[in-house]
């Protein structure tokens, strides 16, 4: 037989040569890290699934949901998120939030064309 009479072999190493033993150790909380960790506080609304408890520990605020696609997004949190409809209305809201984005920034070009529309229309007459 291959491998008999090599010492240290398999489970039989030292436990502190054995590469699993780290993770036989309890979990500890890194150097630095707060313990518990203390929750944030939001000014914009923050979706979170309706089994869970609380707030999650991490969450962004940097595009807070406005417009039809928050709306959207606040019926798809309704939803357990092991349903595929609360994942189709999440990328249903991407798709409007990109809608509404391409619209704030052709406003300003639109309104411009309509105004020089009507005030050509104004001085033909």
């Known amino acids: 037989m291959q491998g ?9 190493l030292d436990p502190s ?11 500890q909380p890194l150097a630095g890290a707060q ?18 408890q609380g707030m999650p ?12 696609s928050g709306v959207i997004r606040k ?4 939803y ?13 809201a991407d798709r409007v939030d990109s809608w509404e984005h391409n619209l704030r920034r052709g406003l300003p070009v639109a309104a411009v064309l309509v105004i020089g529309g009507l005030t050509v229309r104004w001085l033909k007459r």
């Open 35 to 52: 313990v518990p960790v203390t929750p944030q506080h939001s000014d914009y609304p923050v979706m979170v699934h309706g089994g869970r």
């Open 80 to 92: 357990p998120d092991h349903w595929a409809r609360h994942w189709m209305m999440l990328m249903m």
């Open 57 to 68: 520990p991490v969450f962004g605020t940097a595009a807070p949901p406005k417009g039809l």
């Open 17 to 27: 040569q054995r590469p699993g033993v780290p993770m036989e150790l309890e979990p």
């Open 4 to 12: 008999q009479g090599i010492e240290g072999r398999g489970a039989d």
């Open 75 to 78: 019926v798809a949190y309704k």
